[in-house]
């Protein structure tokens, strides 16, 4: 996954760039949302990793499926990544091209995994420290998992906080074990 998205970078980076350029943000994402939903279908991904199959015949296939919805650009992009045999990144230059959108549009991502159910209180104390700390616009995802036993974990792009107990507890047993 990291290697993935360490290829995509570059190519979504470029494809924003274009995007803005020509003032059609929209129509790239919405494009590379469906070029990405593509490139995760089981038989399309069994496919992009079959050394078999051309970098014309996959493109081809992508060009049949998104029909009048492929750009002439849309286009390029699938020719110059299925050479280089990266249309597995596909997904993930969608995902950069919408941090990068978002970012532009000052709203960012983040996901808060918190041990039980976070009351509305405390997701309004969240929401506005999160803004704060942002300057942004922050769409909040809310996950539960019990195996942090208590405490919350905090993610946005590359930035992390681990509050959960289960890691204090860890760090504890393992300055013991020193």
Do not use: C, H
């Amino acid at each position: 996954m990291a290697q993935l998205m360490t290829i995509a970078r570059p190519y979504a980076e470029g494809v924003y760039a274009l995007a803005k350029e020509e003032g059609n943000v929209a129509t790239w994402s919405e494009e590379l949302a469906n070029l990405a939903l593509i490139s995760r279908d089981e038989a399309m991904a069994a496919m992009i990793k079959n050394p078999k199959y051309s970098a014309d015949n996959i493109v081809a296939v992508f060009t049949e499926v998104m029909g009048d919805n492929l750009t002439e650009q849309g286009k390029n992009l699938l020719n110059a990544m299925a050479s280089n045999k990266r249309l597995a990144a596909l997904s993930d230059v969608a995902e950069v091209f919408e941090t990068l959108k978002a970012k532009d549009e000052k709203r960012v991502r983040a996901t808060v995994i918190s041990a039980q159910n976070v009351t509305d209180e405390q997701k309004k104390i969240l929401s506005a420290a999160l803004n704060a700390k942002f300057d942004a616009e922050v769409e909040i995802s809310y996950e539960e998992d019990a195996s942090l036993i208590g405490g919350i974990k905090i993610k946005v792009d590359d930035w992390a906080i681990d509050g959960s107990a289960i890691t204090q507890l860890n760090k504890l047993g393992a300055a013991i074990a020193q």
